[in-house]
């Protein structure tokens, strides 16, 4: 079935510090991704919608300049978190799908944590 | 403001009876329903969909209703196996087919032998 990898699955990194998360569609192509942010005991939160070849679009209450999302590939999106702080600590999960009507694939995540 | 509501974060069952999770929804616009089943270190696995011209879909032993009126989905699960233990999520979605998914906290299935 269709396979969507994520990596890293746990970045601990001090303040300050950029953090890139990749996420692959490994047998279909997406031009579309889709990046959620997961708090404690919290649901999964839709934070931007990554486009192949155009600029991301975010929810609302979400900095896109926090949260850079690149997707320069029909099977590759990058969401970089510039300049992390504690208060970025969470996990990131990324999915992707082979067509709309088509159930969204998701990554294992990426559990951040920022000292 | 949570859209998607699973107000039981907990449910224990044992092996061969039926499993029920619940799901209500503030959103009227939501026009397809999804339920993901997720593994401790992995990411959310999709189980069934229904979309909201149905009001029942089956595959297997996983069954989902859907009840418009009063905004309010369950997954079936019978019979329930020890392998079904895991965390259940519900998802919506507004005129986006499967994507933009809104989820909610999820409900933590433990089917015990």
């Known amino acids: 079935g269709a396979v969507v990898s994520q990596h890293p699955s746990r970045v601990i990194c001090k303040s300050g510090t950029s953090v890139k998360i990749e996420c692959r569609s490994l047998?279909?192509?997406?031009?579309?991704m889709f990046w959620y942010r997961q708090f404690p005991k919290k649901s999964l939160m839709l934070m931007a919608t990554?486009?192949?070849?155009?600029?991301?679009?975010?929810e609302q209450g979400v900095e896109k300049d926090k949260f850079l999302i690149n997707h320069a590939s029909l099977t590759l999106s990058t969401l970089t978190v510039t300049s992390a702080h504690p208060e970025d600590s969470s996990f990131y999960i990324c999915?992707?799908?082979?067509?709309?009507?088509?159930?969204?694939?998701f990554g294992d995540g990426t559990r951040l944590s920022i000292l | 403001d949570q859209q998607v509501k699973q107000n039981s974060p907990s449910l224990s069952v044992q092996e061969g009876r039926i499993s029920i999770l619940n799901c209500d929804y503030t959103?009227?616009?939501?026009?397809?329903f999804l339920w993901y089943k997720k593994y401790p270190a992995e990411g959310p696995t999709f189980l069934i969909s229904?979309?909201?011209?149905?009001d029942k879909n089956e595959d297997g032993r996983f069954t989902v209703f859907l009840n418009k009126s009063a905004k309010h989905l369950s997954l079936h699960i019978v019979p329930s196996q020890p392998g079904d233990s895991a965390v259940y999520f519900c998802?919506?979605?507004?005129?986006?087919?499967?994507?933009?998914?809104?989820f909610g906290t999820g409900t933590r299935l433990l089917v015990s032998p």
């Open positions: 047998d279909f192509q997406a031009t579309t």
């Open positions: 990554s486009n192949e070849g155009s600029k991301a679009t975010y």
């Open positions: 229904i979309s909201s011209i149905k």
């Open positions: 999915s992707a799908g082979p067509g709309r009507d088509q159930p969204q694939h």
């Open positions: 998802a919506a979605s507004a005129d986006t087919g499967f994507q933009k998914l809104v």
């Open positions: 959103n009227s616009m939501f026009d397809y």
